[in-house]
């Protein structure tokens, strides 16, 4: 389970389109986020509060961003909705592939 939140958090903080040379992608007078946890539209239970948990430590280990816990100190506030959760397996083979099995 920590393993899947883990990659889901890396999967989002690293969406996006980015160009070699550019600077950041948000404006420079964002310097705080908020990261409350995602509304819910899952059976699985604290589910989206692992995730907010998740994104914050990634945020803070990757961007110059300092995370707040108080919406209304933010510059910025990162919202969202999980409206579904998979979970598989992945086995890596003797090439060292990873496959995943559903």
Known sequence: MKTALAAAALLLCSCGYHVSGHTDLLPKTIHTV????????TTRYKLTDRLAE???????????YKIVADPNQADMILRGTVTN???????VVQNATAVDVH
């Open 34 to 41: 908020a990261i409350p946890a995602f509304t819910n539209a």
């Open 54 to 64: 998740s994104l914050s430590r990634e945020f803070i280990a990757r961007t110059r």
């Open 85 to 91: 959760y998979l979970s598989g397996a992945t086995i």
